[in-house]
């Protein structure tokens, strides 16, 4: 029978050697740690312990001497910084936050999988019955991706690099196929009820490309860079939108593509049609 010993002269109280043992391997200050926990509560120079549901009442992010309460009034919830602060090699790459999502099994049914996720959610719950508004005149993003050259102590110049503030790529080595499945570098969808927006809403667009105030213009706002084969664009016609016929025009005009312009004379939108053709360029 294994060996036990009383704690404090107490026969109802006892531990087994091997508890013993663990014991006496603590010091008076990891002893500490562990006296007078309550389960639930953070205190400090304790060990947390969290109760029943798994909650804890109170912690906080930051430094000791400037801490941050998690808590539904939390701006920053964690920052990871760090500094490269020497040469980066020829085929190396530099992460500073990296997720993966790994399948190495088949997939037959089920939901959607995804590597990196990140939701921008609106919802009060029940103990809000009133509607409420969001007014401020900020940017509301679930991913915010940006490069910022800010050094204002030396001059930076930027050479041959890419400098991409959000990076999306599509990437399958070969002996793969694909069976009516879709590949989309970037894919913008709307699930937004039809009910929420006037149809002649100019600020409900897939994709919206501005730029601050005072600053530089792009060169381009859309670039290609010879990498398509099939054709510049694939638009589906609606009829409206986008139309593959035109009736009563010359033959050689084949459909049309519809655009919304903005007329500073007009003080207005003003539509506009690209006529197109079906009679190849080099007929």
């Known amino acids: 029978m294994a060996g036990k010993y009383w704690i404090a002269n107490e026969p109802s109280s006892t531990v ?20 007078g926990i309550t389960a639930g509560t953070v205190t400090a120079s304790k060990a947390v312990v969290v109760d029943s549901s798994k909650a804890q009442d109170s912690l906080f992010v930051g430094t000791s001497s400037a801490p941050v309460a998690m808590s539904s009034a939390l701006t920053q919830l964690a920052i990871v910084s760090g500094d490269f602060v020497s040469d980066i090699g020829a085929s190396q790459d530099a992460r500073m936050f990296f997720t993966r999502c790994k399948i190495s099994k088949a997939v037959a049914s089920g939901g959607s999988i995804y590597g990196n996720f990140a939701q921008l959610r609106i919802n009060s719950g029940s103990s809000v019955t009133a509607a409420y508004s969001i007014s401020g005149a900020g940017v509301y993003a679930a991913q915010m991706a940006y490069v910022e050259a800010s050094d204002t102590t030396r001059a930076v110049t930027f050479k041959n690099g890419k400098f991409i503030g959000l990076h999306a790529k599509i990437e399958s080595v070969s002996g793969h196929s694909a069976s009516a499945a879709s590949f989309y570098g970037v894919c913008i969808g709307s699930a937004v009820a039809t009910t929420n927006f006037s149809a002649t809403d100019n600020n409900y667009s897939a994709l919206r490309i501005e730029k601050d105030s005072g600053t530089l213009d792009f060169k381009h706002a859309i670039s290609i860079d010879d990498c398509a084969s099939g054709a510049l664009f694939y638009l589906k016609s609606d009829g409206v939108v986008v139309s593959t016929s035109r009736t009563g025009a010359a033959n050689t005009i084949a459909g049309h593509i519809k655009l919304e312009i903005n007329s500073v004379t007009a003080g207005a939108n003003v539509t506009r049609y690209i006529y197109t053709y079906a009679v190849s360029p080099s007929a």
Request: net charge negative; charged share 10%.
């Open 16 to 35: 087994t050697a091997a508890q013993a043992q663990a014991i006496a391997a603590l010091d008076t200050t990891e002893l500490g740690f562990l006296n």
